[in-house]
């Protein structure tokens, strides 16, 4: 009975150190509260999304109840920013530093989204 208990108890311990990520595997993903300075329509959203592409991250950005994400700019539409509005923004990937510089300039109102 005791031996049944002792292999029972070692293959759960290396069943759980196979599902441990590693730096290799794991992605970085940071998040954010944020208060838009400025109003997020359609042109702002579109940069949203080309930032992502171009960074290659994954961006979502929740207001409220309402969550839109990069995948879709009319999701990101649908959260009606406005200025003085609270978000939280999280940024999966590994240039997520370079994404946050580029989507706070967009969310501050200091880009028209047009660079």
């Known amino acids: 009975m005791k031996q049944a208990y002792k292999l029972k108890n070692k ?14 595997t794991q992605t970085k993903e940071v998040s954010f509260i944020m208060v838009a300075k400025g109003v997020i329509g359609f042109r702002e959203s579109a ?13 979502s950005i929740a207001s409220g109840k309402k969550f839109g994400t990069d995948k879709s700019i009319l999701s990101l539409v649908n959260l009606t920013i406005s200025s003085g509005k609270s978000l939280v923004l999280n940024i999966k990937g ?20 047009n660079s």
Not at 47 to 59: M, Q
């Open 11 to 24: 293959n759960h311990k290396i069943a759980a150190r196979a599902e441990v990520p590693t730096e290799t």
């Open 47 to 59: 940069h949203i999304v080309k930032v992502a592409e171009n960074t290659g991250c994954s961006i």
């Open 94 to 113: 590994e240039r997520n530093e370079e994404a946050f510089r580029e989507i706070s300039k967009i969310i501050s109102g200091e880009t028209d989204g």
